[in-house]
């Protein structure tokens, strides 16, 4: 029986951050525009005045205190708030090609790989800056790799459902050993005009080299004992940006065409229903809460996280337990979870168990449960 291991993680992250106060300064100015520029309209009712956001808000609401993104400049231009990223032509590389290679050149290095030894690279995020051709086949040639590959979106869990389509990978046969990559420019469809959202998102790209057991070094990298997959559908996650959307001018540039959410309703209903996930999985592979080491959740609300943490292991986890890249990184979609394990995995010691867990949109919950070897 063939077993899979991850052998090595990566991670890009962009160099420009803005923190909560330089975020609020701009969107504030951008609500005062706004009432100025419509106070005849509000006096009559006619429209609502926006109201003002704060560091303070933003902290307790989700437990960030800044973010990193692709550009800051245009986010915090009032008149713009909206990333600058110029195209590029079809002879450079991609912009999500550019943060895949680098987040893969530190797995495989980490791992003692080159791209000779991998089959197939995965691109797994919430959003692909072009239809085709695949973004993974790009990387797939920047990089050196033969074999295949081909891009896939499962929202906020996409990163865990690639890691489970590795894993089949690697222990059927198929390959050797698989690159899965999350470029997310969370940015790019955040509306920064909302007060309840305009703070939750940050890029940054993750890499995770799992390749067969038999190929990595005595000791190295975390055996993969598990995973669990479960779909839910729901509206109240949704970004209704597409193809399709020129076939009717009235939808052009309407806040459903970014990222929306109904805040409460996702709190409520996932959070149970990811705690539920993963202890119905440590009981299919014999094991308790009490067993594990770890666990590397989805990093999009602190208070979220606590909620889940308590209701697997039945008490608050501690910071070591379930640690936060949050605060430094915001949420970073399907790359949130694997940052946190990127960054806090090598204290862990033989035979430590630990669970990633991602979770959002769809609803999605990917769940891996891994021992350190």
């Not at 079809?90 to 790989?113: I, T, Y």
């Not at 295949?148 to 979106?153: G, H, P, Q, S, T």
Request: hydrophobic share 40%; net charge negative.
């Amino acid at each position: 029986m063939i077993k899979a291991v991850i052998s090595g993680t990566g991670l890009y992250t962009p160099p420009a951050t803005i923190d909560n106060d330089e975020l609020v300064e701009a969107f504030n100015q951008y609500v005062e525009q706004f009432n100025s520029e419509h106070a005849d309209e509000i006096a009559r009712g006619d429209v609502a005045a926006l109201q003002p956001s704060s560091s303070a808000f933003i902290e307790k609401a989700s437990g960030i205190k800044r973010r990193h993104v692709i550009n800051k400049d245009g986010i915090l231009n009032p008149e713009r708030m909206t990333p600058s990223i110029p195209e590029r032509s079809n002879d450079e590389r991609s912009v999500q090609c550019e943060m895949a290679v680098a987040a893969c050149n530190e797995a495989l290095a980490q791992a003692g790989k080159t791209a000779d030894d991998v089959d197939a690279v995965i691109v797994a995020c919430s959003n692909l800056q072009r239809a085709y051709p695949a973004i993974a086949i790009e990387v797939q040639q920047a990089l050196g790799v033969n074999g295949f590959a081909y891009d896939m979106n499962v929202a906020c869990s996409s990163a865990t459902f690639g890691l489970q389509a590795a894993v089949n990978s690697v222990e059927n046969g198929a390959a050797r050993s698989v690159l899965v990559v999350s470029p997310e420019i969370c940015s790019g469809h955040l509306n920064f005009r909302d007060r309840d959202s305009h703070f939750i998102f940050g890029d940054a790209c993750t890499a995770i080299l799992v390749e067969r057991e038999e190929n990595t070094q005595p000791g190295s990298g975390f055996e993969i004992l598990g995973t669990s997959l479960k779909t839910q559908f729901s509206n109240n996650i949704r970004n209704n940006f597409g193809f399709l959307n020129r076939a009717d001018e009235s939808g052009v540039g309407k806040p459903d065409k970014l990222f929306i959410q109904q805040g409460r309703k996702v709190f409520k209903e996932v959070s149970p229903l990811v705690a539920e996930t993963i202890q119905h999985q440590l009981e299919g592979l014999s094991l308790t809460p009490d067993n594990l080491r770890r666990m590397w959740l989805h990093q999009a609300n602190l208070n979220m996280n606590q909620l889940i943490a308590r209701k697997v292991l039945g008490r608050d986890a501690d910071a070591d337990e379930a640690p936060v890249i949050l605060d430094e990184y915001a949420n970073t979609s399907s790359a949130g979870s694997i940052i946190a394990f990127h960054k806090h995995k090598s204290d862990l010691v033989s035979g430590d168990i630990g669970v990633i867990c991602s979770f959002g949109a769809g609803y999605s919950i990917g769940s891996v449960v891994v021992r350190r070897r």
